[in-house]
């Protein structure tokens, strides 16, 4: 069996496992913070595997926001033997929109009638649909700024994937709240080469500092 029908197949026993199960929708909302404020919004489905065990594959939107800054030593060697050094303090400021497909395993635990606690760890899977960087230099009063395609600077990959996990406190059947974490396995922010502000001819390396993607968030959301 060749992986097209091989894929073809997982996806209709996926349909007829979620066609046959009593399965709950769920919209979610999720402020992150990603170093910078971040936020996504998505759809969830939670496919029962017995009393407690579930399923939950989604899709969602994420806007992950990311800033890193450094000085940069320059260096100026004058005619009477002095050397004189200064910095510039250079910024950059990473946004980049993507699908994020996660799919995670989880657990239940019932509270009474009234509330249940659910924990479920999983993986990611992300495109970059688009971005943009904005460089930020200040050097003796001198401000320098200028916009960067996110995808061939600061960020090296679109594709990205990753560990996830979620703990969730499920109130009347319905209403949710949680706490999510993300943690990718790809290196996709990159350094940077910068040219010096006042010194045409240098060029520095600005470290994106971590290089995966991190993030927290709060999440709120509505079980149908």
Known sequence: MNSKKFSVLAFFTLLSLTLSAKVNVGIEVMPQFSNRFSWEAGINLEIPVGDKLYFSPG??????HRYNQSLIE?????PEGDVVSSYEKASIDVKGHYINIPFLVGYKSYVGSTYTIKIAGGIYYAYGMSGKS???MDANGDVAQMFLPSFKTAI?????????IEANCLL???????????????????????QGINDPFSFHSLGPGVRFH???????????
């Open 59 to 64: 899709i969602a939107y994420s806007c992950r």
């Open 74 to 78: 320059i260096t100026e060697f004058h």
């Open 134 to 136: 904005k460089l930020k």
């Open 156 to 164: 090296g990959n679109r594709s990205d994937y990753g560990l996830c």
């Open 172 to 194: 009347y059947s319905h209403y949710q709240i949680g706490l999510n974490l993300q943690h990718g396995l790809r290196k996709i922010y990159k350094a940077t080469e910068v």
């Open 214 to 224: 991190q993030s927290i968030g709060l999440s709120i959301g509505y079980l149908f």
